[in-house]
């Protein structure tokens, strides 16, 4: 499971750097990124987030309660139902798109990003029907396929980058090259479901439509799904939500012009053009640690505090959140400062070369570091979230979750005029660190004291590890700089070389201060242990 996981994540950068090799990051690669992210946004938010949460557990009660079959039965009937209301939002989707797509007074860009946008709401519903399969599989502990399934896409769009250019010279314009790519994921999302298809039927679930509203277990599913589909939205509709304004706030969204009328007043874009490819670029950087670190922490530790507060226990769910919340501030801590230093070099080595030029990496990098200096806070608010979750109570972080939307937008439309990019990405960060300070104070009102003191000697220690870290790193990373070969000049090259250097002196420093400060939850990290035994032998 892990290999295949690490497989997809190769995999993953080799897509990213053959689309911006090939295609850039400017204002094509921008429109197909409008239509890119509406499958990205309902599977966080549907297929790996409020149904993922909300059927499991429920699916395995009717399996033990009322059998196989009839478990089966529910997974039936959901599927049916998931694609029911995608088809439903394809079609409202296309009835809005399609005027302004053959709209005479439609932009060329505008018009693209429509075009993508329509294109791309089929594998909504493809993308979050895989997901929804693969939660069917992890239940009967299948999980190769799963894990196998986001390889497909990201094979399928490095050809879909690439196959225009081998074929037909690079003269090929890419605004019609994104097309292919757009094909390409498409073509992958009809793989993915089958794929996620055979692998349950080998286990005996066959997936099919089931129109009986009456199923064991459906109305436990569809119940608490509105206001956890709105706790799991905040972050991502605050991502949303930056993508949007960084379109329509940059010359992209108006045929290229730095000014628009707004209420009879021309305005100036604050951004220029590709903001949103940009944007993107930085939006995966930052979601790297949290998808890998944040996600994994949150998980492991919700069927713990289920478990608790199903026996009443309040005191070990105080004790789990105290633990989770020092190995997540352990980790998230250095992570933060560790990625805020790299992010020039990781897209500089991930991103530059081809159509990517040293000012799409500033710009790039510029919004990066603001959304990695909230790495800690989006760690912490999944820990949080699964609290509520854990105590039945999904309301609260529903009003919450809409709160910090209205939060980030003002944020947004304040930021964005002076920090570009940096603004976005900052009132992301803020919205999220603002989010975690709320939840926190209703949870004391709710169970009590916390034990939160706890942690300040936790985190001094971790500051003063990440200090030591970035002064050592930075050092490194200082005199790799000097060297001719590996200087600004050289910049791909230099990235290369100097970013798992970095990261190993990074590594290397925090896990051996971590020792000599005694840190317990160094124990928790074995890769920090273990080059802290070998550098102190």
């Known amino acids: 499971m892990?290999?295949?996981?690490?497989?997809?994540?190769?995999?993953?950068?080799?897509?990213d750097k053959a689309c911006?090799?090939?295609?850039?990051?400017?204002?094509?690669?921008?429109?197909?990124?409008?239509?890119?992210?509406?499958?990205?946004?309902?599977?966080?938010?549907?297929?790996?987030?409020?149904l993922n949460a909300v059927f499991l557990p429920v699916y395995k009660r009717v399996a033990r309660d009322h059998g196989q079959p009839t478990a089966?039965?529910?997974?039936?009937?959901?599927?049916?139902?998931?694609v029911m209301m995608f088809a439903g939002i394809i079609l409202v989707g296309d009835a809005v798109l399609v005027p302004?797509?053959?709209?005479?007074?439609?932009?060329?860009?505008?018009?693209?990003?429509?075009?993508?946008?329509?294109?791309?709401?089929?594998?909504?519903?493809l993308i979050c029907l895989t997901a929804f399969l693969a939660t069917v599989a992890s239940a009967h502990e299948r999980f190769v396929a799963q894990s196998l399934a986001p390889v497909i896409v990201n094979i399928l769009m490095i050809l879909g980058a690439g196959l225009p250019v081998w074929l037909f010279t690079g003269a090929y314009p890419i605004a019609q090259r994104v097309f292919w790519v757009a094909g390409a994921v498409l073509l992958a999302g009809i793989l993915q479901v089958m794929l996620m298809a055979v692998s349950l039927r080998r286990t005996g679930v066959r997936i099919g439509a089931s129109w009986n509203w009456q199923a064991p277990g459906l109305r436990d599913v569809l119940r608490p799904m509105l206001p956890m589909i709105i706790g799991f939205s905040a972050v991502q509709l605050n991502t949303f939500m930056d993508s949007q304004i960084a379109w329509w706030l940059s010359p992209d969204g108006h045929g290229g012009k730095m000014v628009f009328l707004f209420l009879g007043q021309h305005v100036h874009v604050p951004m220029l053009a590709g903001a949103l490819g940009k944007l993107s670029v930085a939006q995966r950087i930052y979601l790297l640690p949290v998808g890998v670190f944040g996600v994994a922490t949150a998980t492991a530790v919700f069927p713990k505090m289920s478990a608790a507060v199903?026996?009443?226990?309040t005191a070990e769910l105080k004790g789990l959140l105290q633990r989770a919340l020092r190995k997540s501030l352990f980790i998230s801590v250095p992570t933060t400062i560790g990625m805020i230093l790299i992010a020039p070099l990781l897209i500089t080595a991930i991103y530059f070369g081809g159509r990517?030029?040293?000012?799409?990496?500033?710009?790039?990098?510029?919004?990066?570091?603001?959304?990695?200096?909230?790495?800690?806070?989006?760690?912490?608010?999944m820990i949080l979230l699964r609290v509520f979750y854990a105590l039945r109570d999904v309301r609260t972080p529903m009003r919450v979750a809409v709160a910090m939307v209205a939060l980030n937008l003002t944020l947004?439309?304040?930021?964005?005029?002076?920090?570009?990019?940096?603004?976005?990405?900052?009132?992301?960060?803020?919205?999220?660190?603002?989010?975690?300070g709320i939840l926190l104070f209703i949870l004391r009102r709710r169970l009590g004291k916390l034990g939160l003191s706890s942690l300040r000697p936790l985190l001094g220690k971790a500051l003063l590890c990440g200090g030591i870290m970035l002064l050592a790193a930075g050092?490194?990373?200082?005199?790799?700089?000097?060297?001719?070969?590996?200087?600004?000049?050289?910049?791909?090259l230099g990235a290369l070389v100097r970013l798992p250097a970095t990261v190993l002196v990074a590594l290397l420093t925090y896990g051996l201060s971590a020792r000599v400060l005694a840190i317990e939850e160094l124990r928790h990290a074995p890769v920090l242990r273990w080059l802290a035994g070998r550098s102190g032998t």
């Open 2 to 15: 892990s290999r295949l996981t690490l497989v997809s994540r190769v995999f993953g950068l080799l897509r």
């Open 20 to 50: 911006s090799y090939y295609l850039g990051v400017g204002t094509d690669w921008s429109a197909f990124w409008m239509g890119f992210q509406f499958p990205n946004l309902f599977r966080r938010i549907f297929g790996e987030g409020a």
């Open 72 to 82: 089966d039965l529910l997974a039936r009937v959901v599927a049916t139902l998931l």
């Open 100 to 125: 302004a797509i053959f709209s005479p007074y439609t932009l060329p860009a505008n018009r693209l990003a429509a075009v993508m946008i329509a294109l791309m709401l089929p594998y909504s519903l």
């Open 310 to 313: 199903s026996t009443g226990d």
């Open 356 to 381: 990517v030029t040293a000012l799409d990496v500033a710009r790039a990098v510029w919004a990066a570091r603001w959304f990695c200096a909230g790495i800690w806070a989006f760690e912490l608010q």
């Open 412 to 436: 947004n439309l304040s930021l964005v005029w002076f920090m570009q990019e940096g603004g976005l990405a900052a009132s992301t960060s803020l919205a999220a660190i603002s989010q975690c």
């Open 475 to 492: 050092s490194v990373d200082k005199g790799l700089c000097a060297l001719p070969w590996l200087s600004p000049q050289h910049r791909l």
